[in-house]
């Protein structure tokens, strides 16, 4: 197969089997004196339609600068953002594959600097209209603790790379009562899917303000919190998120690798939960590189001790973007997980109570079949370390056309944050105590 992807590549001429070959070889530069542009980047969406298909955007990934949005697969489109120096020869390739695709976003620079105008006219301090930057996200979630001091109980459980704190939230009824079963919930992992800690910032927000309120958020908070304790990892990658003031599209963490401009791992392929299996990378330049061994990496390593720290915890949500999806474990494997019908039968009703809100659809399912295989996952890790209920988001925008990929729009925070608590509510009905 690979002998065969190589000849194919050679009759596209130097320059593409030069990249196929030689891509790992090549750091992702980035601009030491300030922010990286992307001006001219395009994003392109394309459909591998058989496996030679697939095996040769596995080959394109190794490319220099070249970054999927998704892993290449049969079950779903792949959104592709390629420099301006490589597009000429990317879609010839694509041409000569007769692979279709289109082109999303003539230049992904323009969405970037709007997104960043509009940014700047708005409050940094306001969770529901803008994304904080790493500074501002801290000062609210010790301000939080400060005015909820009964209900909220702010620790850091470890260090990043660079000395920042990871801050677990427990958020309860009262902090000083008896511990309840747990309900775990992770965002940011991966440092450019801002709206992710948006919407865990944003559910924080919702449980402490409405609990013993009337309405509907009262009524759900209050179940929720009488039920259950519920503990937020809202930024578990803080070096990457801070970095990505620089480089937006940034999604590893920034630890050193041993080719010194590829840093980061990706912390959703170190845990050791099939480690360095499907749908992860040993190339250090790779954005889904797995890291020297399992649980390597400070972010892993902090998550897992302070779940085993918690007590019972009963499941585990993490929450990623984009695709609009719910993913079923097992991501590793081909293999679902023994219980794959009752995990599904209850995402699914929670994607009803989603969907309830603003008219948006979650496919949910097995990740290999609706998406694509993944090893080194943190929900597949507590599944098979006996937390029950297990699950990833992907939240908005869907794929392909139309789509702005990880550049959600701030207006788009609110609507998020509201239909997203709405399903942890229908989780927390669901799943016994």
């Not at 944003?202 to 259950?228: H, P, R, V």
């Not at 099939?274 to 790779?286: L, Q, R």
Request: one cysteine or more; charged letters at 20%; aromatic letters at 12%.
């Amino acid at each position: 197969m690979f002998r065969e992807l190589s000849n194919m590549a050679r009759n596209m001429g130097p320059l593409m089997f030069s990249m196929l070959l030689l891509g790992a070889v090549y750091a992702n530069p980035e601009n030491s004196h300030g922010r990286k542009s992307f001006k001219g980047y395009q994003v392109i969406s394309v459909q591998a339609e058989n496996e030679m298909q697939v095996e040769y955007l596995n080959l394109l990934q190794t490319g220099p600068e070249i970054d999927f949005f998704q892993i290449p697969s049969l079950t779903q489109r792949t959104d592709i953002l390629v420099p301006p120096t490589q597009l000429k020869e990317v879609k010839r390739s694509f041409r000569k594959m007769k692979m279709p695709f289109e082109v999303t976003n003539r230049d992904i620079e323009q969405l970037i600097e709007r997104e960043r105008q509009q940014m700047a006219g708005k409050s940094t301090d306001d969770i529901w209209t803008s994304y904080l930057p790493w500074e501002k996200f801290e000062v609210w979630l010790q301000d939080r603790s400060t005015s909820y001091p009964n209900m909220i109980e702010l620790k850091s459980i470890g260090k990043s790379y660079e000395g920042k704190d990871i801050w677990q939230v427990k958020v309860a009824a009262n902090v000083n009562d008896a511990k309840k079963p747990a309900m775990y919930i992770e965002c940011l992992a991966h440092a450019r899917e801002w709206i992710t800690g948006s919407v865990c910032l944003g559910s924080i927000d919702i449980l402490t303000s409405n609990y013993g309120q009337s309405g509907t958020q009262g009524q759900q908070a209050t179940e929720m919190l009488n039920k259950f304790d519920w503990y937020f990892i809202p930024m578990m990658n803080p070096d990457g998120y801070n970095f990505t003031k620089d480089n937006r599209l940034w999604r590893k963490n920034r630890v050193p690798n041993a080719f010194p401009t590829c840093p980061g791992v990706d912390l959703n392929r170190n845990f050791d939960a099939d480690w360095g299996g499907a749908g992860s990378s040993s190339n250090w330049c790779a954005d889904t590189y797995r890291g020297g061994s399992a649980n390597s990496e400070n972010e892993a390593k902090a998550v897992i001790g302070a779940v085993a720290e918690t007590g019972r915890v009963v499941s585990y949500l993490s929450i990623h973007s984009y695709s609009q999806l719910l993913l079923v474990p097992y991501a590793y494997s081909t293999v679902k997980a023994p219980d794959y019908d009752e995990l599904k039968r209850i995402g699914d009703e929670a994607m009803l109570a989603l969907r309830r809100v603003n008219g948006v659809t979650f496919q949910v399912g097995h990740g290999p079949e609706i998406l694509y295989a993944a090893s080194g996952g943190a929900f597949d890790y507590f599944k098979l370390n006996d937390v029950k209920y297990c699950y990833v988001y992907e939240l908005r925008p869907g794929p392909g056309a139309g789509s702005n990929g990880f550049i959600l729009s701030a207006s788009e925070i609110d609507p998020s944050i509201r239909e997203t608590f709405a399903s942890f509510h229908s989780f927390a009905v669901q799943i016994p105590a």
